[in-house]
């Protein structure tokens, strides 16, 4: 199989952001591996799906694996995997955070490893994550410690890492968004949710894929945390 066309990775693909990430990157006309616990079988030649849990670092180099075998590269990883648990900080039990560093970073730390590793025999590569704008507005009513502790660290990380190899044709960005509207809101909230954001409406996640899109066609834009939000990082 012709290994010319690009191959983009993309986790938390079975709903929401994830599958318009998927969709996004096909209609731009990459391969995609999709992968996600409860990721399904497609019909798509193009699209590969994965189903495991990114925490897991079997889960990532079966991914990697299965990239090179089906397409013979790997050009792009988007790390939109996470959860988000809000409670008050006294609240949170050892649960909640060690479901929170498992999914948000031992996921991004074993998938990242593993597909930069084949980006530097290539010379080139993308990696871009997705975070939240809670990490630098945090908000009263919404209390979000452990999304901060975690996105948080994947923002710095993504820094570092564009600092690390700029020089070796690998670029890292982030997109920070707001709240998204996806079925994980139900109706009900949906009233709160838009009044966080100083444009006073939840974003689409169309939002979304047209900045990673932005973000991926950018050959000069490393380090970058692009935030998507509604104007929720700029206060309140």
């Not at 693909?13 to 992968?35: F, N």
């Not at 996470?82 to 949170?92: C, D, L, R």
């Not at 410690?145 to 975690?150: E, I, K, Q, R, S």
Request: net charge neutral; proline share 4%.
């Amino acid at each position: 199989m012709s290994n010319e066309r690009k191959v983009a990775i993309i986790t938390g693909a079975s709903q929401g952001i994830g599958a318009g990430l998927v969709k996004a990157y096909r209609d731009r006309g990459y391969r995609v591996v999709a992968t996600s616990r409860s990721m399904k079988p497609t019909n798509d030649q193009d699209v590969v799906a994965v189903a495991g849990d990114i925490a897991d670092p079997k889960t990532a180099k079966d991914v990697v694996d299965t990239a090179l075998a089906r397409f013979g590269r790997v050009d792009t990883l988007v790390n939109n995997a996470g959860i988000f648990i809000s409670k008050p900080f006294t609240e949170y039990t050892a649960e909640d955070f060690m479901a929170k560093i498992a999914t948000n970073l031992a996921g991004f730390f074993h998938i990242t490893q593993r597909a930069s590793e084949e980006m530097l025999k290539q010379g080139s590569g993308h990696i871009v994550s997705i975070t939240t704008s809670f990490t630098d507005q945090a908000i009263s009513t919404v209390p979000t410690v452990l999304a901060n502790l975690t996105k948080g660290g994947i923002n710095s990380a993504t820094k570092a890492l564009a600092v690390e190899y700029a020089a070796k044709g690998i670029r890292v960005n982030a997109v920070s968004p707001g709240v998204i509207k996806t079925p994980m809101h139900a109706p009900e909230t949906h009233g709160f949710l838009d009044a966080l954001h100083p444009m006073k409406h939840m974003g689409e996640v169309k939002d979304i894929t047209d900045a990673v899109l932005y973000l991926e066609s950018a050959p000069f834009v490393t380090g970058e945390i692009l935030h998507v939000d509604g104007g929720q990082s700029a206060g309140h």
